[in-house]
Structure formats: structure tokens, C-alpha cells
């Protein structure tokens, strides 16, 4: 279900929307850019934007509720990362990571979002360094009382090394005895933010991580942003804003059932351009779908503090849930990504959205912008999302 209220900040939350929502609807967002477009710095503004101003932590320079990890380029396991069991010193002892003590940080604090940033994130492979976490995030189970939870991303165990690790990580007493007792499992207010610079020092990513993440583009330069204020004026974001109680499209659907048939039909015309190709969606992109568009509902006012058609803001989540999920997935030679292929699915988008918007309220698509930039690569005899 979504917030039918409008935040008073809602204006100058507006141009930060897609990644607020993005976030509400999945907590694992890459963003994806050329270097220096401020991906990281954003992710620092955002966890700020959890503070009011004047707080000793929207005042730091890192505010308690963010965490920045530089992924190194020999990270091949999640050791460095998550941690490890040595016997270096002749008896078992856990070497946490900062993932780990971060996540304990995120559960000694429930209603505040914490932000961990993965810097330069595909400096290494991805799906091997983070593999519990891509396994665990898919895992979240939504409660009747609002909660999310996951598996352990660390099982417990009954052994000395563990209960010393778990009295390293938090003096809450409560929250060691859940680790105790449960295992350590991702917090729901634990945001994991990955910053993308494509170029031929990275990896690419495979579609195990792109079918479990968010992915927004950067690429967009303001030479007069930041000159005249030193944070991003975002506004004040809280739980309600960032954090999701819905994890799969039965979360929403009975209370936004004519929303969700509309984001239904888009999907199926959709899905039947991309039949017989390896970039055909199924359940998980489905539900994805049906929750960022759910959460961009109350975002229904534009600068001006004009109330927008219901159609317009629905046709807009589709049209960047789109270049999110489907889009991002789309790569290869023109044995599989043809001249034909890209005219047809952008033929589906642009019909889709403005069956939903009306051709007097239509968006300017940033997916259709996103394909004639791929049909241009094509050229070459390659195309991909990523630039």
C-alpha cells in the first residue's frame, strides 16, 4: 500500500525521486555513470537527508548512517567484504568486514536508513564478492505488521568464534541475542547503493546481479551545480519515504488493483517483443514493475506544486522502471540486438505509455532516448545499455 499523502517537501524532493522510489521499491541500487557525475556523492547526500538540519550528523562529513567501501580489484570472495574465520592465532576467531559491522550499526537503529556505498562496485565480479548478499536479498519476506526479513547472511553457529564476533559487532543486547539466537540478517532500513563507471578497467555485470538491482544512469552534467551550496537540498527523507513494507507484487495489489492492471498490460506488450530473446522478464521484474510504480503514486505534484494526471505519473515509473529493468539487460552483437528488434520494442514502449498517459499528457521517455542511443551503437555491430 502507498502513503496517500504529499510530503511538504515535495518539491524539492522531485528531482531525486527516481532514486527514493527506486530504493522503496528494491533496497540495492546501482548507479551507473562516467566518472565524476557525483554517483557516490549522492548516496552520501541521501543518508544526510535522513537528518535534520543542524543535527550534529547532517553537520558531518559522514553522517553515522552511511558507510563508503571501496571494492578493491583482487576481491574474488566476500572475505574482504563480509568477513572470515581465521586460526591465525591457533584457535578459530571471525574477522568481520565492513559490510558486517555496518549491518550491525543498521540493526541498533531500525528507524533511521543506512546507506553502505560500494564504490567503484564493478572494479571485481560482483556476483562472486557478493554473492550472500545477491542470494539473501532475494529471500525478503514481507510481515503483517510492516516488517521485512531476510535469511542470515551469516548462519549462527554454536561455536566460540561466533558468539565473540557477535559481542564485537553490537553492545545492544537485544540485538545480540537475535544474532544469537537467529543468525545476523539484513536489516530492512539497509539501503546498498553501487556506483558504476563503465569502462575497459571494469567488469560487466552478469544478469544474476541485474535482475536483483535498480540501475539509474548519471550520465547528466550541471558545470553550475554545487556552487552555490555544499550539500544537495533534497529535503527531509525518512522511513516512510525510503524504506518499503511491500516485497512482491501481492503486497500491493489488492489495494491499486486498476493501477496494476494497466502496468500488467504495458509488461505483457512489452514481454511479447522480447519472446524468444534471453532478455524476456518473468516474475521478479513483474514485481518490481508493480511496486516502483505503486510507490511513484503519491509523487503526483510537479514544480509548480501542479497536481498531475494519475495517467502521466504512472506512464512516467513505467517509462524509468522500463530503462531500469529492461533496458539495462539488453546486449549483444546484431546476430542477437537487431536494427529490427530495437524499432519493435521501442514501437511497443512509446504505444504502451501513451495508452496509459493519453497523448495530450505524454512523458518525454527516457527509455526511447535510451534505445535510439543503442540502435546508433549498433552500428558498429555491438550495443549495450551501458555506455
Sequence with gaps: MYAD???????????????????????????????GTGKSRIVREL????????TEDYNAQKPKNFQMVQVKPNWHDSSDLIGYVSRVSGKAEYVAGDFLRFVAKAWEDKDTPYFLCLDEM???????????????????????????????????????????LTA??????????????????????????????????????????????????MNEVDLHGGLTERNEEIGKLGKAELIGDAVEGVDVYADNKDVCEKVLAYLDAVNA???????KVAYRTRNEFLLYVVNNLP?????????LEQGYVIARALDEITSMKVLSRIEGDDTK????????LSQTIDDGLKAVSGE???????????????????????TSFWS
Excluded at 48 to 54: F, I, K, L, N, P
Excluded at 360 to 382: D, F, N, Q, R, V
Design 273 to 279: 517483443v522480447l519472446n524468444g530473446t534471453p532478455f
Design 122 to 164: 564493478n572494479l571485481a565480479p560482483v556476483e562472486q564478492y557478493f554473492a550472500e548478499y545477491l542470494s539473501v536479498v532475494e529471500s525478503r519476506k514481507s510481515h503483517e505488521d510492516g516488517t521485512v526479513t531476510t535469511d542470515p547472511i551469516l548462519e549462527k553457529v554454536d561455536e566460540e568464534w561466533y558468539f565473540n
Design 337 to 344: 540486438v537487431s536494427d529490427a528488434f530495437i524499432d519493435r
Design 299 to 307: 509523487y503526483n505534484k510537479d514544480e509548480n506544486d501542479t497536481e
Design 47 to 54: 543518508a544526510r537527508a535522513c537528518w535534520d538540519e543542524g
Design 168 to 217: 564485537s559487532l553490537t553492545t545492544d543486547e537485544n540485538v545480540r541475542k537475535q544474532f544469537n539466537e537467529s543468525g545476523i540478517s539484513i536489516p530492512q532500513n539497509l539501503i546498498v547503493v553501487g556506483t558504476v563507471n563503465m569502462d575497459e578497467t571494469t567488469f560487466s555485470f552478469s544478469r544474476k546481479v541485474l535482475d536483483r538491482a535498480m540501475t539509474i544512469e
Design 360 to 382: 495530450e499528457h505524454a512523458i518525454t521517455s527516457i527509455s526511447l532516448a535510451k534505445l535510439k542511443e543503442m540502435k546508433a551503437k549498433l552500428a558498429s555491430g555491438y
Design 5 to 35: 499523502n504529499c510530503h511538504d517537501n515535495d518539491v524539492t524532493i522531485s528531482m531525486y525521486r527516481p532514486y527514493i522510489t527506486a530504493i522503496k521499491s528494491k533496497p540495492f541500487l546501482l548507479l551507473a555513470g562516467i566518472s
